[in-house]
């Protein structure tokens, strides 16, 4: 999504910066093959935010190697690794400054870097809390916990949590973009959409603005009202376990689902989206999801690069 200008800049989202960001990379690693220039060319054609963040991001790029910091230029000019590339990524993303600045903080990205509790793209953290209740963060999420002599709090920033919520004499509140949840003993499930939030009760009660949600039961919320209350997916906990379950999913769902697991871009071909998938996927090894795909679908995974992934009909 394209922010409005202020003061004469264009603002991007974070997301679309990040791609950018990651193309800059790929170039710098070396002369990109025919088929990452196709790939390439695909993305910029796709969206004219797309072309316009690159461009901006080259000329950040350039900024950045005209600065006398010894960190800039230790950065620009070490081999390629791990560690460089993160940090040439950070470098440019503090180098977009006006471009993204103020997307970062409509966008909540700020509060989740300055967060208690965090979880990169592809990983998952376990925390015991001081009142002896289990946070489980899922990937690419956040969290601030506030506990006083009175209350408890757990703030969902960004993504999904689970929470297994233990007995105190304090009431345990759980909030997220969309509403104040009351929960009692027991385990939860929250995950944070755009437009909506969704929790699950595994065991336990929940309560929204008054209105109890019981074990055995999910549903969504913006506001104070439930939204399309249902039987619960048991399936939704799975990632706890380190594993994506799938019952007869629509490959281009899936494909989204795994797509919160790996940086960059996981496409889905229209032609192929609506064939159903089911199995149990052990989240650690996204590329060997994607192999076993082409062995359970007529598909073919091609990979332009490592964030630019397109699942399409086999020819």
Not at 93 to 106: D, E, H, P, R
């Amino acid at each position: 999504m394209l922010l409005r200008p202020v003061n004469g800049h264009q603002k991007f989202s974070p997301q679309v910066a990040e791609q950018a960001v990651h193309w800059l990379i790929e170039m710098q690693g070396g002369a990109l093959d025919a088929r990452q220039q196709q790939a390439l060319q695909q993305w910029l054609q796709a969206d004219d935010n797309h072309r316009r963040a690159w461009e901006h991001i080259q000329r950040v790029n350039q900024r950045l190697r005209g600065l006398s910091s010894p960190l800039a230029h230790d950065t620009l000019q070490a081999p390629r690794s791990a560690s460089r590339r993160r940090a040439l990524k950070t470098l440019l993303i503090l180098g977009v400054g006006s471009a993204t600045g103020l997307a970062l903080q409509q966008h909540n990205r700020l509060p989740t870097l300055l967060a208690d509790y965090r979880s990169p793209v592809g990983e998952r953290r376990r925390l015991a809390l001081d009142d002896g209740s289990l946070l489980q963060l899922n990937t690419r999420s956040a969290a601030d916990v506030r506990f006083d002599a009175s209350q408890r709090l757990v703030h969902l920033l960004e993504g999904e949590l689970q929470l297994t919520v233990a007995g105190d004499s304090r009431p345990l509140q759980l909030r997220s973009e969309h509403g104040l949840l009351n929960l009692g003993s027991g385990r939860y499930n929250l995950r944070q959409f755009a437009g909506y939030s969704q929790l699950a009760v595994f065991e336990g009660s929940a309560s929204l603005a008054g209105k109890p949600l019981g074990a055995g039961q999910q549903a969504r919320f913006n506001g104070p009202q439930w939204q399309a209350s249902q039987a619960l997916d048991s399936n939704l906990g799975a990632w706890v376990d380190g594993m994506l379950v799938a019952a007869h999913m629509p490959l281009g769902a899936f494909l989204d689902e795994l797509g919160r697991y790996r940086r960059g871009q996981l496409n889905c071909a229209p032609e192929v989206a609506s064939l159903l998938i089911s199995g149990s996927y052990p989240l650690a090894d996204s590329e060997r999801i994607l192999d076993l795909l082409e062995v359970a679908l007529p598909v073919r995974v091609r990979r332009f690069t490592r964030y630019w992934v397109t699942v399409e009909a086999q020819a």
